[in-house]
């Protein structure tokens, strides 16, 4: 139990300054388990099969909420098949030219240099989800094409894998196929499930159970089976529900992976040396090549900026993969520790950018010339709302309700924005009018407001930054407009109200009035009024 307190200690202070830092708290994490392995700290027995636990409902929450269709998408495949050639080839190079130099030993073979280079050719799915989750792009377009492109390169790592294993996947393995009708059965029990705890117990176990290890009984990778098992119940209308409720536990578990990370490298001066250089070559050049190649398939140029920020880094699956080089005979042992550090590196690097991605996306989008807008992806093109006289940002059950409230009882036009596709998909089929844009990007407001018809905007996205940097966007663009917008603290209330939002409903507040006009109405309406007596 000590062991446990310690690590739990390290990693919740560490994690702590990291956020007082203003910088992601994962950060922390990994910095703990760097601190506990310099001091000779061993993770505690149980922490690796948390951190495994933590991935697979990572990817299971990624299948509840992602679009398989992204995957046909050519700026997916496309981007990840071209990418990787590409990564393997400048990382084969990068370390080719390390050892001229004498910064690494020389004698390296091409085969050594080409599996270092497929090892550092993968993103990290961790990494980038968790990111696009506390942005909540995870549901945008480039979220989307972020998350197909990860799925994609981990489908390569996997096929690597059962490849360097020696033996194929058992026979057995055709029988997954069963999985697909009992999913039928499986979907209808999460009907009866209820909202509580057994939700939860029901998401852990259709990740583990007919998810990781009906895969990896019949030798496939155990992730695979959970992430496919997410997409079955993608379609589901409780899926969103059920991913919520695991997102606290799936948090805590991610952390394990984290302090894992860390404390699997006790690196040498030298080995970190190289890891840093290896990073200083290969990040901005995974990241040029990202935004060009999205520049080549449609996107805008800050749309591949901000996919491109995302996705420079280096992948959990690049120490799989060495370490598996390493067991083959493939690479030297020294190998794997280098690339843990980098993986750690890119990690911090990738955490710490991003957690300012808008200044640095609109910054990247500038290296590249504007495209034309009939050349662009449709999904991407920029929108128009010259046909409409309210906007309400944030299609969720509050945007919904104010579009409905308008619709129905005024003669204004009302149009819905929201940037998960997903949605978008839903109430299109349902008649609203509405239209798939992120709310965070400066172009779209910029479009958003040329047309000079809108009237009203309401902000009713769930995360207040959101809300200000789009007020802050309408205000830079001149927009003269009313403003309302929702807020759950009253902080925020206070916030929205002093730059000068017409109106803010506090969502929390409001709630409980409503609730009390429905409990005392009746009553009142019938109730003799009091009659007072001295």
């Known amino acids: 139990m000590q062991d446990i307190a310690v690590t739990l200690l390290a990693a919740a202070g560490l994690g702590w300054l990291a956020l007082v830092s203003r910088i992601p708290p994962l950060v922390g994490f990994l910095a703990a388990g760097f601190l506990l392995g310099a001091l000779q700290i061993e993770a505690f027995d149980g922490l690796e099969p948390l951190a495994d636990l933590g991935v697979t409902l990572l990817l299971f929450t ?18 990840a098949s071209i990418h990787m050639a590409f990564s393997v080839l400048i990382g084969m190079g990068t370390l080719g030219l390390l050892g001229v130099v004498g910064f690494i030993a020389g004698g390296e073979d091409w085969k050594t240099l080409m599996l270092v280079g497929f090892a550092l050719s993968f993103s990290s799915t961790v990494l980038c989800v968790k990111v696009l989750e506390e942005r909540s792009d995870d549901g ?6 972020a998350i197909a492109i990860l799925v994609l390169q981990d489908i390569a790592a996997v096929a690597f894998m059962t490849i360097t294993a020696g033996h194929a996947p058992s026979p057995w393995a055709l029988a997954l196929v069963l999985v697909i009708p009992a999913s039928w059965l499986l979907r209808r029990a999460l009907n009866h499930v209820g909202h509580g705890e057994l939700m939860v117990l029901f998401g852990v176990a259709m990740a583990l159970g007919p998810g990781y290890f009906a895969f990896d009984a019949v030798g496939l990778k155990g992730d ?50 190289v890891a840093a250089a290896l990073c200083v070559v290969l990040l901005p050049l995974t990241l040029v090549g990202f935004v060009a190649l999205s ?3 449609g996107l805008r140029n800050r749309t591949g900026a901000k996919l491109g920020l995302v996705l420079t880094n280096f992948s959990e699956f690049s120490i799989i993969v060495a370490a598996l080089g390493v067991e083959a005979g493939l690479i030297e042992t020294g190998w794997l520790t280098i690339i843990a550090v980098a993986v750690a590196i ?33 999904e991407d093109r ?9 906007v309400v940002l944030g299609m969720g059950r509050v945007g919904r309700s104010t579009y409905e409230r308008i619709h129905e009882n005024t003669d204004l036009r009302v149009l819905g924005i929201d940037n998960d596709h997903a949605v978008v998909s839903r109430l299109r089929d349902e008649g609203y009018t509405v239209l798939e844009g992120d709310a965070t990007d400066q172009d779209f407001w910029t479009r958003l407001c040329a047309g000079g018809f809108v009237q009203t905007v309401v902000l009713a996205m769930p995360i207040h930054d959101s809300n200000t940097f789009a007020l802050d966007q309408l205000r830079l663009a ?31 507040e409001g709630a409980g009035v409503a609730l009390a006009d429905l409990a005392v109405g009746p009553a009142r309406a019938s109730r003799p009024p009091r009659s007072s007596s001295l």
């Open 62 to 79: 990624i299948g509840l909420k992602f679009d398989i269709r992204s995957l046909l998408r050519p700026e997916a495949y496309g981007t």
């Open 140 to 145: 945008s377009y480039y979220g989307q094409t």
């Open 224 to 273: 695979l089976g959970a992430l496919v098992m997410g997409l079955l119940f993608a379609s589901h209308s409780r899926a969103i529900e059920l991913s919520k409720s695991l997102f606290s536990v799936k948090e805590l578990f991610l952390v394990g992976f984290f302090l894992s990370i860390g404390l699997s490298a006790q690196p040498t001066w030298a080995d970190v040396g």
């Open 295 to 297: 520049w080549v398939f």
């Open 346 to 378: 890119s990690m911090v690097v990738s955490s710490v950018v991003n957690g300012r991605g808008q200044h640095f996306a609109g910054r990247i989008a500038t290296w590249f010339r504007e495209q034309d807008p009939h050349r662009l992806r449709l």
């Open 382 to 390: 920029p929108i128009d709302t010259s046909q409409a006289d309210v």
């Open 478 to 508: 001149g927009f003269e407009g009313r403003v309302a917008a929702m807020a759950r603290h009253q902080d925020q209330v206070d916030h929205l109200a002093e730059e000068g939002v017409h109106g803010v409903f506090n969502l929390y």
